[in-house]
């Protein structure tokens, strides 16, 4: 009896670790900083409702953490949306601005799709998830890379003074053409 109450605690101390990995893994966007939704132009309001609640969704399911514009977060995105018909196709484009904690564009994703309406007003709740889930594939794929991009190696490099070419006195002078 002695020894199954052993192994029932190693069990529960294995399941609470295991289940505690799992936290650290889920919590957070694959930056592991929360990323803030500041604006969608060129929508009404009930179209960028329905947009922000279909890219929370999509950004869930993507594991970004996506918060609000008062929010602190390591990178703010920006929303344009436009339609255009032309050969009687109507196509939904958009563009999404991610910029870094210097204000500085870090990133424009862009891209468009088939609409089954002819303005953004009319856009239903399919067309807007598609959008959605389009939009958050970049934006998930943009933070994986960036996060790659910015390990110690990156930041290091980042941090050392640039170095410039000595120029040594027997060296020929480049003509000019």
């Given at each position: 009896?002695?020894?199954?109450?052993?192994?029932?605690?190693?069990?529960?101390?294995?399941?609470?670790?295991?289940?505690?990995?799992?936290?650290?893994?889920?919590?957070?966007?694959?930056?592991?900083?929360?990323?803030?939704?500041?604006?969608?132009?060129?929508?009404?309001?009930?179209?960028?409702?329905?947009?922000?609640?279909?890219?929370?969704?999509?950004?869930?399911?993507?594991?970004?953490?996506?918060v609000?514009?008062?929010?602190?977060?390591?990178?703010?995105?920006?929303?344009?949306?436009?339609?255009?018909?032309?050969?009687?196709?109507?196509?939904?484009?958009?563009?999404?601005?991610?910029?870094?904690?210097?204000?500085?564009?870090?990133?424009?994703?862009?891209?468009?799709?088939?609409?089954?309406?002819?303005?953004?007003?009319?856009?239903?709740?399919?067309?807007?998830?598609?959008?959605?889930?389009?939009?958050?594939?970049?934006?998930a794929?943009?933070?994986?890379?960036?996060?790659?991009?910015?390990?110690?190696?990156?930041?290091?490099?980042?941090e050392?003074?640039?170095?410039?070419?000595?120029?040594?006195?027997?060296?020929?002078?480049?003509?000019?053409?």
């Amino acid at each position: 009896m002695d020894g199954m109450t052993h192994a029932g605690r190693l069990a529960a101390l294995v399941l609470t670790v295991a289940l505690g990995a799992c936290q650290g893994s889920l919590g957070g966007s694959p930056e592991g900083v929360p990323v803030a939704l500041e604006s969608i132009d060129g929508a009404p309001a009930p179209i960028r409702t329905a947009l922000v609640d279909e890219l929370t969704s999509a950004a869930t399911d993507r594991k970004v953490d996506l918060v609000g514009a008062s929010a602190q977060a390591r990178y703010r995105v920006r929303g344009y949306l436009s339609t255009s018909t032309e050969d009687g196709e109507t196509k939904v484009a958009y563009v999404w601005d991610v910029f870094d904690a210097q204000k500085r564009r870090a990133k424009r994703l862009a891209g468009s799709s088939p609409a089954p309406a002819s303005s953004i007003s009319a856009l239903d709740k399919a067309a807007l998830a598609k959008l959605a889930q389009a939009s958050m594939d970049e934006i998930a794929e943009f933070l994986t890379a960036s996060k790659s991009e910015s390990g110690p190696d990156a930041q290091a490099a980042s941090e050392a003074p640039i170095q410039t070419a000595e120029v040594s006195g027997d060296e020929p002078p480049v003509a000019m053409q």
